[in-house]
């Protein structure tokens, strides 16, 4: 299959549109649903397509008709009962098998939704799935060769249990800087790995605190000759699938309770001098010969570095796109939870949904057109990742492949740190915004912003992941400025930068609340801000190197204000630009193009605010006006949006079953739906099994206190 590209990228639309979504309940949010001026259905198969709805459908009903599957909102388990009932279905969607391999070839996106599908029932149970069939079935696939089908296989019917042993106790984003080592034994034709104290031990591996039995281990090549090759991936047996046993010198155990997800056990391991066969090596990038030579078809050592991380740019693409079904989840109980609270109102007689105050729009509705925005990048940013990855397994070595791969590697890098924070604000807004009642476990709202909360961390520390981002782009303005090179990229997320002079020239010039309303406004903006930033980057780097610090010290002290923001307003930059040609393009049904307009130019609006400082600084703005028509039109679309909302939500919520939010229900009986969920629970009107500490044995005040 050879996936349409960004510019070719369109959804699907049919005329079963009724047939194929089935009607909500009626009930309290009739009222908002009926204000929307678009039909909800129409947006959920535009945006799904008929077969990755069906599909959808497919698995989440699977999953609510199986009574291994059944849970309580807010049930509070035992760490080792959640293990054992997150393995027990990771087995279950092994039987299900909803994915097969020919499936995932002719339709690659299936994956995603099938990971949208599972972690919005729970996170700990789709990362356990896909790190085996994923991170480490997919990593020995496309790092090993022919001689490794066999653990490619047999992950396929778990008769082993894979893991990603990257990062280390004392090491993370530094993955250069691991110290676990294999070196080459010519006289047995192993390699025998090694970890030279604990401060060296794998750490934070998913899968690997209680289940894993193979792992991908990265370690430092060292040859007989003493010279050491790099990082490079082997595949290490840690227990008996027999037995679940460690292996002789394997220690491994689990690290302990997480913030969330703990029902996915991370763990550690230390290997004391473990042998294993020189074919166990993944060999896409190097190679060692029997007799101890290493070979590698790469001549950079750094590209070759690369290459051999590659499955993490597949983690970060996917990344963002979890961190959106996060915020889904999030503004799915709280737009239906505040389109039924009835708080306050003008006179005595009559309380107002909370949902018409002006605040309340300002604070969530925002983050919904955020929801869309980001929905529609990450699915076209994945249909750009597998061009890239269809090419790689054609063995491409075009120049254009190779500036695909920079380019999504630089888009990766914010587009990850984008979604993930955007989501952490929004759903920590949504918890706020739902007042005591998403306080309350049984809501979600604490577990959603829990298990959200990795992705700001995993695949890269999101900071940390920024500075490639800046340093694609200054590499760009550089090679333009010393070479002559004209600045074009594959996906044409730097295009205009070609154009960077006369962009700074440019000003504000909407002179009213409604030219601001065109998304075309806020794009411009942005331009000028990333030619702005990447100018002053460059010359923040040159006044530093000028000074005297050496080219380390000189990027370090140039990322606060400067190569960081550069990072961000280029990834929104991107972010907005593909919402923005999907709400004009003819293909987009005229039916939901003019909200489509609302939510791009609010999101535009709402990112670019919170730059108002360089815009003033570097001279785009001036006077109050500029800030106050942005400020006035992000609130009349959040106004504008009110009614609408309800309806946008529907068109991204899951069935209330995956939901699991008495709240957040389809069919707004707030209170009812949340007392029948108090009333469930468990002892709720017992008294205490401590209760005679109570009654009797009452504390002598003062009996305690010191004397001095």
């Known amino acids: 299959m050879t996936p349409p590209s960004y510019s070719q990228t369109k959804y699907e639309q049919t ?51 199986d009574p291994l599957f059944a849970r309580q909102p807010g049930e509070d388990l035992p760490m080792e009962k959640m293990r054992e009932l997150t393995f027990l279905r990771v087995k279950q969607l092994f039987r299900y098998n909803f994915l097969t391999r020919d499936d995932i070839m002719a ?28 991170m480490f079935g997919a990593t020995v696939a496309n790092s090993g060769s022919e001689r490794h089908s066999k653990f490619v296989q047999d992950t396929e019917d778990m008769t082993t249990f894979g893991c990603f ?22 006289s047995t034709q192993e390699f025998v790995i090694n970890s030279p104290d604990f401060e060296a031990a794998k ?3 998913g899968n690997l605190g209680k289940t894993a039995t193979h792992a991908v281990v990265f370690a430092q090549l060292y040859t007989p000759d003493g010279v050491c090759h790099g990082l490079h991936s082997f595949i290490v047996k840690v227990r008996d699938p027999k037995t679940l046993l460690s292996m002789p010198g394997v220690m491994v155990g689990d690290i302990g309770k997480k913030l969330g997800q703990n029902g996915l056990d991370n763990g550690f391991a230390l290997f004391s001098n473990v042998r294993i066969p020189r074919e166990n090596m993944l060999n896409k990038t190097g190679d060692v010969t029997p007799d101890g030579r290493y070979v590698t078809p790469f001549k950079d ?10 499955a993490l740019s597949g983690g970060r693409v996917s990344i963002s796109k979890v961190a959106v079904v996060n915020l889904k989840l999030a503004l799915t109980v709280t737009i239906r939870f505040s389109a039924t609270r009835r708080q306050f109102g003008p006179n005595n007689t009559e309380e107002l949904p909370v949902l018409e105050y002006q605040l309340q729009q300002w604070r969530l509705i925002p983050y ?26 054609m063995k491409d070595k075009s120049i254009r492949q190779a500036e695909l791969g920079r380019e999504i590697h630089a888009i990766a890098c914010s587009s990850k740190p984008l979604g993930s924070w955007t989501a952490q604000r929004g759903i920590q807004e949504c918890r706020e915004a739902c007042g005591g009642h998403g306080y309350l476990a049984m809501n979600r709202l604490g577990d959603i912003r829990n298990n959200n909360d990795p992705n700001c961390t995993y695949e890269g520390d999101n900071n940390v992941l920024l500075q490639q981002t800046s340093n694609y782009l200054l590499s760009w303005l550089n090679a333009k400025q010393c070479d002559g090179v004209r600045i074009e990229s594959p996906l044409e ?54 000074s005297g610090k050496a080219d380390f010290e000189a990027r370090n002290d140039s990322q606060v204000y400067y190569c960081r923001s550069l990072s961000i307003v280029y990834v929104e930059h991107t972010v907005l630009q593909r919402f923005h040609d999907l709400s004009i393009d003819q293909d987009t049904p005229a039916g939901l193009r003019p909200v489509f307009k609302q939510l791009c130019a609010l999101y535009g609006l709402w990112t670019l605010s919170n730059h108002m400082a360089i815009l003033y600084q570097g001279g785009y703005f001036s006077g109050r006006e500029p800030a106050e028509l942005i400020q006035t039109a992000i609130l009349s679309l959040c106004s504008q949006l009110k009614d609408q909302a309800v309806a946008l939500v529907d068109a991204i919520a899951p069935p209330d079953f995956i939901l699991n939010s008495p709240i957040g ?19 709720v009107m017992e008294r205490p099994s401590w209760w005679k500490e109570f009654c009797s044995d009452k504390p002598v005040v003062g009996s305690l206190r010191a004397k001095l």
């Open 301 to 310: 050592p750094n590209k070759r570095f690369g290459a051999s991380l590659g």
């Open 368 to 393: 919904l057109a955020a929801v869309f925005a980001l929905d529609h990048f990450s699915k076209s940013f994945f249909m750009n990742f597998v061009e890239f990855q269809i090419g790689q397994m």
């Open 107 to 134: 339709n690659p996106w299936k994956t995603v939704v099938l990971n949208e599908c599972l972690g919005m029932y729970d996170w700990s149970l789709s990362s356990k799935y896909f790190l085996n069939k994923g």
């Open 665 to 683: 229900m389809a069919d707004g009986e707030l209170y009812k739906n949340m007392w029948s969920a108090v009333m469930q629970g468990n002892k």
């Open 15 to 65: 005329e079963k549109t009724d047939h194929a979504v089935p009607d909500l309940p009626a009930g309290p949010l009739d009222m908002y649903r009926k204000r929307a001026s678009f039909n909800w259905k129409d947006m959920v198969m535009f945006m799904e397509g008929e077969d990755a709805l069906a599909f959808k459908q497919h698995v989440f009903k699977t999953l609510e008709n």
């Open 203 to 205: 750490f934070w591996v």
């Open 493 to 546: 997320s730097v295009n205009f930068l070609e154009d960077i002079d006369r962009i700074l020239e440019s000003r504000f010039t909407a002179a009213t609340m409604e030219d601001c309303m065109d998304s075309a406004v806020p794009l411009a903006a942005y331009k000028w801000l990333v030619c702005f930033l990447l100018n002053d980057s460059q010359r923040r780097l040159a006044q530093q190197k000028a």
């Open 165 to 186: 042993a990257l990062t280390e106790l004392s090491h993370g984003s530094n993955t250069r800087a691991m110290r676990t080592t294999a070196t080459y034994d010519p």
